[in-house]
């Protein structure tokens, strides 16, 4: 196809998304979850668009009920008037994976609602990795005039927690009784949680776990102006849900009235910053390490023993930047 007709087809995609065309909202994500030339068009192009919907991050252990709950949400945001996309972040699994099916079924009540999107999402083939292709198909999202983004992860991998801690408000669900969930609390993951869910209120053990996560909240949080509510839900019932919608809406309020969505916003535009150099240094190198003269007589020092590793790296950088070095501010 020629670069004209690609971008004839690409702003039609683009042009039909921004008017409430889901499946041009399903192609544009498809193009940026492979990221490459064409999804860095789509994001130029639609960016303006961007940077408008109260992004949620839903994350957790596995198990403990996160799309569940996300289906009972989506009924809350709905009678609200609010239009939900959905993206579900699956880092192993491809499409077709059982966990995505499951996710489909669970998540089937809203199928016939024009105004709910969901969206299972792999790092098919985005050299960046799933965080870079999450943040702009979080834009296509928007870009499609999504009033609210929740992005559902597992909380297990390094990317998965970037991504639910960059969100606006992060969820963080747990469910009774699992002592270890408690002991993971206290090592780090807790102070991601913006609003917590202790959710399968129905099996015995949610009030005492409640309050332990409350217990170590208070110690933690001394003085902060955000207080995490917990709230003990049912998902499968749609019990309390809607005070989970409440807190998650009250937080929206605290953030629009501090700094502190600002604040966020920052870190995630310096995380996704980090990233993307990163990603194009790795490609970059990958090149010259084939390519270039200059790293090529690095790596022969190197094998010679005439230069140490700290040294090449120095030089390589050099080589890989220094030259080509452009003023960030024209
Ligand atoms: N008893 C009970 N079971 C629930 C509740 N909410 C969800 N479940 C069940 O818990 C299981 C897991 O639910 P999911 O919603 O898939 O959990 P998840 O956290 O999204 O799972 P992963 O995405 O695989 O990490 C399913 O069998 C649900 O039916 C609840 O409130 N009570
Ligand atoms: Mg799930």
Redesign the pocket.
């Known amino acids: 196809m020629s670069i004209k007709t690609l971008e004839f087809s690409l702003e039609k995609i683009a042009a039909d998304l921004v008017n409430g065309d889901r499946r041009s909202l399903a192609r544009a994500l498809s193009i940026v979850e492979d990221g490459g030339d064409e999804a860095a068009w789509l994001v130029r192009r639609l960016f303006p668009y961007a940077g408008r919907a109260h992004l949620i991050g839903i994350t957790?252990?596995?198990?403990?009920?996160?799309?569940?709950?996300?289906?009972a949400l989506i009924s809350q945001i709905r009678s609200d008037g609010l239009k939900v996309g959905v993206l579900?972040i699956?880092p192993s699994s491809p499409f077709s994976g059982g966990?995505i099916l499951?996710?489909r079924i669970?998540m089937q009540g809203h199928t016939l609602d024009k105004n709910v999107f969901i969206r299972s999402m792999a790092n098919r083939g985005h050299s960046g990795g799933t965080a870079l292709a999450t943040y702009d198909a979080v834009r296509m999202m928007e870009a499609a005039g999504n009033q609210v983004v929740i992005i559902?992860t597992?909380g297990v991998g390094q990317s998965e927690l970037a991504i639910a801690e960059t969100a606006d408000t992060t969820v963080l669900?747990l469910m009774p009784g699992s002592g270890d969930d408690v002991q993971a609390i206290k090592s780090g993951i807790m102070e991601i949680g913006d609003v917590f869910v202790v959710?399968?209120?129905?099996?015995p053990g949610a009030n005492k776990t409640a309050s332990e996560i409350l217990a170590s909240l208070e110690l933690s949080n001394r003085g902060q102006a955000w207080k995490q509510p917990v709230q003990v839900?049912?998902?499968?019932?749609n019990?309390n849900v809607n005070a989970v919608w409440l807190s998650i809406q009250e937080h929206k309020k605290y953030l629009d009235e501090s700094n502190q969505l600002t604040e966020r916003r920052k870190r995630r535009v310096e995380s996704e910053l980090t990233e993307l150099v990163a990603d194009i240094a790795r490609k970059n190198l990958k090149d010259s390490l084939e390519h270039s003269s200059g790293v090529q007589s690095v790596l022969q020092k190197m094998l010679r023993q005439e230069m140490d590793p700290h040294c090449a790296a120095e030089a390589v950088m050099e080589d890989l930047f220094g030259k080509s070095r452009q003023p960030a501010v024209e």
């Open positions: 957790g252990p596995p198990g403990v009920g996160k799309s569940t709950l996300v289906d579900a699956d966990a499951g996710d669970r559902e597992v669900v959710n399968k209120g129905d099996l839900t049912n998902a499968e019932t019990q």
